[in-house]
């Protein structure tokens, strides 16, 4: 996980979008993911992008990605407080199959 | 069952104790990994199996650490003479393909929090 960095910390009021950043390293991943992991659970995919395509919209959220700078973002318009959580950005290892995760980042919505 | 199931759900045992952890994959899956998340450490990789090929091993922290898969089905994770920096959440996640190149969702389950006291 020391590969992929990502911030702590995003606070946001409810109504408002929510943007989580992330720089990877490996260039040759060829799929990265977004997954949320709520309080007591485990992790939940919310979204992956494949590596030639810039942007990839799911409902609330769009994922950007930026191969050149390896960075990698996820937007969540109209964050509710049930979008509270840790979210993780993760990238294929080398072998292709597991995946080196950030540290996470916690989105607190307030009402 | 219908998602990725592991037991127990919390572990506390004492530093030199050996403990097994299990994981149920989804039915059908052929991959099953092995992560470790740590309090400030995020997740790393543990241990990777594919259908009846040898596993990934290199993610094993040390030799204290031994992971079987059984059937192709059920996983066990053993830890020999636990460590208190063995304490964490320790989750498994299984996956239809778990080959290279294809984006192959990988299903977690919810975790076994291990305390080493």
Not at chain 2, 21 to 27: A, F, T
């Amino acid at each position: 996980g020391e590969d992929v960095e990502q911030s702590l910390f995003l606070s946001v009021r409810e109504g408002d979008s929510s943007v989580i950043n992330c720089t990877y390293t490996d260039s040759s991943s060829t799929y990265l993911y977004w997954y949320k992991q709520e309080p007591g659970a485990g992790l939940q995919l919310l979204t992956y992008i494949f590596s030639n395509m810039d942007m990839k919209q799911d409902q609330r959220l769009t994922v950007l990605l930026n191969k050149k700078d390896k960075h990698l973002s996820l937007r969540i318009a109209d964050t509710q407080t049930g979008d509270s959580a840790i979210y993780f950005c993760a990238e294929e290892q080398n072998s292709g199959y597991a995946l080196n995760f950030g540290k996470g980042t916690s989105l607190l919505v307030t009402p | 069952g219908a998602g990725v199931s592991q037991s127990p759900s919390n572990k506390v045992t004492e530093k030199g104790k050996d403990v097994e952890l299990r994981c149920d994959p989804i039915s059908g899956h052929t991959a099953l990994y092995w992560y470790r998340q740590s309090l400030g450490q995020g997740l790393e990789f543990l241990i990777y199996f594919q259908g009846n090929s040898a596993p990934d091993k290199s993610g094993l922290p040390s030799d204290r650490f031994s992971a079987e898969r059984t059937g192709g089905s059920v996983s066990t994770l053993t830890i020999q003479r636990t460590q208190q920096e063995d304490s964490a959440v320790y989750l498994c996640a299984s996956s239809l393909v778990g080959l290279a190149g294809d984006s192959d969702t990988q299903y977690f389950g919810p975790g076994t929090r291990l305390t080493v006291l």
